[in-house]
Structures are given as C-alpha cells and as structure tokens.
C-alpha cells in the first residue's frame, strides 16, 4: 500500500507552487491545513516532524502518513492604464506532497522519525507572448526536504525534538530575449539548475494543563545554491547577436529560504473541540536579490541581477476541530499571510500580496489502523497593482487565487 | 454515518466547482469614447500615416502602421471598420523594401532589397496596383503639405503612392480628404516638407515656404473640421535626431580621427561653394553638430583617395541616356578636379548631398520649428488633440525603457527606427498610436485603452 502511494507520487511530485508568502508553500499536513495550517501547539499526528519535532514524542503510535495536496493556482495580470490587456497564468497542476513516518522506544519516551516534504516552491506559467515575457515565460521552483528526526520527552510534560534537513531544489526559469529572427520568432533564454543544501528543524513542546499546550519550533534558513546549472539561449543566429549569447554557458545562484519560528497554543476546549493557533515569523530579509554569475559573458555581462529585498513577515492561523465521534472529526481554520514583497518589488514569478486562507478538513478512521484525511485549502490574495520599478518586474496588477484539495492515509501500528 | 458522509460528497463536490473560478480584476480599465464620434475614423498623412518601413510601403508596415492600430484601439469603445489600401498576400511586399540580411566584419548591418511579391504595374513610371475601394487611411508616402492642392497629384505623372488609390486623376488630394468626411480624424502632414531637403543633403529638394506652409494647413483642417469632426494633428519630429542622420557620423569621426586628418572640406548646399570643417565638429556621443545621412556610409572608404566614384554614380542616375556627358556637367558646375583627395581637399570635396553641414541644419530646424508654431496654432484655433511629436521624439532622446525592453533613436539596436532610419518599426509605430491616445484621452474626456506595444515587432534579425 504504502510503497504503491509512494510510486504514484513519485510520478506527480514535480512540481510545488507560490502559495504562501514569497514561495512558500504551507501544506504540510492534511489535519494541519484543515486548520488554517496551524499545529506547532499540538502533537496530533506524524506531521509533527514538520510542525514541531519536539511534539513528535507525544504521539502515542508508529505509524507513517503520505498525503498529496493538487494544487489549482490561478493568476490573472492586468496591465498598468491607460492599458487594459490582460494576461492569466496556464498553470501546471502543482502537487506538494508529504510523507512523514516515525517508531517509538525507550518507554515511548523516544522517537524517531522521518519526514519528506515541500516546504517551498513555485510553478507559473505566464506563456510566451503576455506582455511580459521579457521578465519571464515560466517558472519552477521545488525544493524537496528531508528530514530525520529525534524527539525525546524530558519529563511528562515537557518534550524536545530537532532533525537535520537535506533540501533538494531545483529551478527552471524562461523568458523571452527581445531579439526577433527573420521568421519572428523570439529570442529565449532557459535557466535550469540543481541544488542539495542542508538546515535543520528544531521545536519544544510543553503540556502546560491537561487541556492547554503550547509549542515553539524553529526552522533554519536553507540557502540553496545552484551549481553549474544551464543557461541555454535561442537567438537570431547572426554573428554579431549570437556570440553575445554563447552557447554552454553555465550559471551558479544562491536561493535562500527563510528561517521560520512559530509560535503555537493548543487548547482542549471541550471533550469534542480542540482548537490551535499559530503565529508564525518568517525572515524573509534573508531574500536579497535574484543573481545569476555565468562562466561567459552574456549580452555584455557575466551576471544578472534583480533586487528583491524581500521583508521578514507574521503569518497568523486559527484552527479548530470538533470530534463527531471517535472516528470521525471535522475540522476549519483560517489564516493571514503577509506578503514578503515590498512595493515596487512585485514580480511575475511571484506576484505577491497579503492573503485570506481558509480551510475545512475532517479525517475518518476506516479501520483501527487506517485513516483517511481530506482537507480544502481556499487562498484568495489580495489584488495588488505595482510599478515593479526597484526589482525588475513587470508592472501592472495582480489577483491570484488557490484552490488546494488534499488527501492523506495514514497507517498506524 | 452514510448521510453525513453523503453531505460531505456533495460539500466537496461544491468546493471542486468553486475550484473552476478564475479570479478576475474587477475594476477593469473603463472604455469610453468620451465627446468623440468615432464611428468614420481618417488618417490624413504621408508615408508615416500609411505605414511606411524600411524603405518602402508593404503589406506587414501598412497592417502596424499607427492609424490602423487606433482604429482597433478605437474598436473597444464603439469605433467604426476602418479599411485600408492593402498590398494582397500575394503581392505582399508592395513597393519592395530592405531587410537586414547580415553583418559585414566590423558588425555594420548589411541590407538587401527584398524583390519577390511586389505591386508593381509599371517601371517607368513606377506605378503600383491600384486599390480603389473606399478607404479610411489616406496616408501617402512623399506627399508634402504643399502637394495638398495640386491638381494631377493622383496621376500617372504624380504621386505613384496617391495614383495607387485614386480613381479620379484631376482630384486633388486635399479634395479626396474633404469627401472621406469623416467624424474623427488624424493629420499628420509636413514631415517632408523639410524632411526631402534634409535627407538629400540639403543638396536637393526645397523647404516649403512658411506662407505655402500656413495656408494648405488652413485649407486642411478647416476642411476636416468643416462638418465639426474632431481629430488630433500631429507635429513634425526634428529630423535631425533621426538614425538616418545620427548613425554614421561617429564612424566618420572615428576614422578621420585615427587617420589623423585634421578635418574635410565638403560642398554646401546646391551649388559649388566649399565648406571646410575640424574633425572635431562631427556629430557623435561626445559633442559636435555636423551630421551625415545613411547615404554616405558607401563612400566613406573612398576618403582621401583621387576618385571620382561618387559623381560618376550620380550622373548615371541623373543622366541615365548619357552618363559620360552628365559627368562632364556636374564636374564643371561644381569645380571638381577628381584628381586629388576625396574628401579632403578643396578641388574634390565632400558631396553636399552626403552631409549636413550648421547652415543647412539651422534652415531645416528653422522651418521645422515655424512649421509646428503653425500646426499647434491651426489645432489649438479648432480646438483639436494636438500630439506634439517633435517634443516626444527629443524627449526620448537618451533613451527609455518598458517591458523589460530598451528603447532609443538608435539605428536598428535602438527597436523604435526600422531599416531605412526614418520610419518607424511597428513596434514604434504602436508607441506613436499609444502617445496619440494619450492625448486623445486628455482632450477629448475619452477613455480609450493604448494597445499591447510588445505585440508588434522591432527590427528582424537574420
């Protein structure tokens, strides 16, 4: 079953999307995303590894989980006026996928366990004709982490827990080159490239009451840094045009991703109603400038270079779940996210703007071992009209939203 | 448990509809007409108007030319079918033109005439098949506003351009505006009224003169707004901004410079006096005003040679019958003694043709300058649109940007000039269209939407 789920996801996982702030994608868990995505404060299933490491010795059963959450972003441009051409993204079906699985020992005071997640990624596909495809035809961007995992309970209330992260990235950027062939045909430019980078994750638990916990978890900064990636050009092929754009040109980049530290509260309300709120900080200012260094000289340079200068931000969530019964909970939630992106700083690739996420979710126990979690993720970001003069972007404005349906079993033993 | 569960099916069903939503920017850009009437738009104007690019008028400059992406801008806010005198596809490349077909050496451009699918009827004279049904874009490539009342104008021994759309020879062209009637219209006329004598150097061709100037300007707009259409009048670029003018004279800087001539003696005006100049006065990045045209690029090896290549080629194009004597002629009006230095010394100077010496730049800003005081005057009287084209142009000067692309006067890198480095590429000539809206909108309470620049092409490269 397990290795059958995980071929299927193997096949699909190309793929992550902007869904959070900048190109963050928080779909870590299907009870989590049920709750506005908010479960640093709770120790409520394997995604704890993600969430928190140190609530991961909570969890009373070994068991693993594999979920998959399609991800249905959609983007609609809208030139600065007095224009009034429109452009929407053709997006593929995005797919973050978590698996996570842990066993415990030692008097179930120990755990160990693995998770491997999409904590960060991009997919936009603006085609090659909208009004600025200049500054980009399409995007992919996935960073897949790994994360090994040891949590240990302190005492009865307090638990800690950390992993190291090995990120697997890579990126593919396109746009057009304004060089127009006789057949007029444009001019087009590929970046692709791989990167391994490590960080880790880190996180406390305390059960304060019986009915009140609260959580603190810390996940490092990953720079991931593209080596040798590809930058391949199609351009008019006379002499003086194409040897400005030499063929086996290779590219180094350094991507970072944020630092985030979450903050959560879980509180047993009643018997039946558990609610969980999280306020996350993300460093984003980490996030400097978009910078490729080529082995040749490109059109005059052997660097590009775009600022970025991206903003740490809060991310607010609220979640609550009511058991219907003892198999079967509905849950809802909600949360705020800032947006990273400074005025004039608004990209294509991430166009950028607070948002409205909210969620439903339940989860039935189909046997005594197997269930079966579902969720719905409603991201509606707000529309926002920028120069996108200090960044290189395209000016006008943006509206996008996501729709994220997400399944996941989970097996426990 | 199976009718919660049912409740759910059609809960998760409902969020996978919602699903399908696009999400929509609700504030669209409103569209209006504003006080216009746009329902019969005409583009009254010369080569610019009609679409004119890289030397020569065809099918793929006349579908960008700026009147008839107006007019589809024009479409969205109620605007009338606007039909213009197109090549077919089968005669697409109309009166033939120059595409860039390589790079010499040292990356100058090479052209080539493209000859294939051309709408040529006759040779001598040159006569291009005819397009007689009605028409909104009376742009004629040459037409000067001093040519707007001559009768013949649209015969075979007038305009080949005019001739092309005209059923009735004796009509003037100011004539066949007056019947377009029309309830919107664009005049963009006076270019090649110092345009001609610019480009040749100042060598041939005359300025119009300010009082011809003033009174066919009067004619036209009293014409066009005789039935109250309201339009926008455009004024007259400095032509000497133009890559035609601006492209090779840093070349020739460069190379007298290394050579270490001190400076050229060149011919001025039409007749035979000298002009001698420094190096230093040539035009280019660092300072200096003398310019030269495109046209000189092809001689300027020949400096400082004893040759007299140039006159021979001119007197086999003005004297086809009899080339030896046409020599002969212009050597003698001209004092020239092919024997010594081209270029360099006073017995066989520089041909004024191929330059554009102060003198002759002080007349044709002079004329550009008085001519667009009369053309703003004549607008602002009818209380027209004015797109004041000789502002934008020198606005632009060092260059801009927009979508991500760079845009300047340059020749062929600068993407607003095409091939021949006085008109405009489509891609400029949709940054004229969107300029023109914009003072359109302005004048007349309208919205009409500028287009999508980065739809139309800059110069193709091979």
Known sequence: ?413 | MKNSLQKIGAFIAGLLVLAACEPEINDAVKVSKGDLNLDKYVAVGNSLTAGYMDNGLYREGQLSSYPNILAGQFRQAGGGEFTQPLFTEEQANGSGYLRLAGFGAAGTPELAPVTDKLAIRSQNPTLYTKYTEEINNLGVPGIRMSDILTPGYGSALGNPYFERITTNPTQTYLARVVASNPTFFSCWLGNNDVLGYATAGAAANDITTPEIFTANTTEIINALTANGAKGIVATIPDVTGIPFFTTVGPTVKSLLSAAGAPGMIALTRKGSARVPFAVSQIKDATGGTILFPLTASAYLPLVGQRTGKYWRDLARQAVPTNPTLGLANILQNLQVDTTQLFGLSAGNPWPSALLLDDAEQKEVSDATISFNSVLKAKAQEKNLAVYDAYAYFNSIQSGFTQNGVSYSTAFITGNLFSLDGVHLTPRGYAIVANEMIKAINTKYNSRIPTADITQYRAVLFP
């Open chain 1, 1 to 413: 079953m397990r290795a059958k789920l995980l071929s299927i996801l193997g096949g699909t996982l190309l793929s992550g999307m902007t869904y959070a702030g900048g190109f963050q994608v928080n779909l870590q868990g299907q009870k989590q995303i049920g709750m506005g995505h908010a479960g640093v404060g709770l120790a409520r299933d394997q995604a704890s590894i993600f969430f928190n490491p140190g609530a991961l010795a909570r969890i009373r059963q070994n068991g693993v989980q594999v979920g998959v959450s399609p991800l249905i972003a959609k983007i609609a441009y809208q030139e600065p006026e007095p224009g009034n051409t429109t452009a929407k993204t053709d997006n593929p079906l995005g797919t973050p996928f978590q698996v996570y699985g842990s066993y415990g020992f030692a008097n179930d005071k120990a755990r160990v366990g693995i998770g491997v997640y999409t904590p960060y990624g991009s997919t936009v596909n603006w085609g090659d004709t909208w009004q600025g495809r200049y500054g980009l035809n399409e995007l992919t961007l996935r960073a897949i982490f790994i994360q090994p995992t040891f949590s240990y309970a302190l005492t009865d209330k307090l638990s800690v827990g950390a992993g190291p992260i090995i990120a697997l990235g890579h990126v593919n950027l396109q746009r057009s080159i304004p060089l127009q062939a006789a057949n007029g045909q444009e001019g087009h430019v590929e970046l692709d490239g791989n990167a391994v980078s490590y960080g880790f994750n880190a996180g406390i638990y305390f059960q304060a009451t019986e009915n009140l916990s609260v959580g603190l978890n810390y996940r490092s900064k990953v720079k991931m840094e593209v080596k040798d990636g590809d930058a391949t050009f199609r351009v008019p092929s006379a002499a003086p045009i194409a040897s400005r754009f030499p063929a086996g040109t290779q590219f180094d980049a350094t991507l970072p991703l944020p630092a985030n530290i979450t903050l959560g509260l879980g509180l047993r309300a009643t018997d039946q109603l558990t609610l969980a709120a999280d306020v996350q900080f993300v460093q984003w200012s980490a996030y400097k400038s978009l910078r490729f260094d080529y082995t040749q000289t490109v059109n005059g340079s052997n660097f590009s270079e775009n600022a970025r200068n991206y903003q740490d931000v809060f991310i607010y969530r609220l979640g609550g779940e009511y058991a219907v019964s003892d198999q079967f909970q509905v849950r809802a939630g909600a949360y705020l996210d800032q947006s990273p992106v400074k005025d004039g700083y608004l990209t294509p690739e991430t166009p950028d703007a607070n948002a409205l996420g909210l969620s439903v979710g339940l989860s039935y126990q189909l046997t005594e071992k197997l269930g079966l979690d579902a969720s719905f993720l409603y991201l509606n970001r707000k529309k926002r009209t920028d120069a996108a003069d200090l960044s290189g972007g395209v000016p006008g404005t943006f509206k996008s939203v996501g729709y994220i349906p997400g399944i996941a079993i989970n097996y426990n033993f």
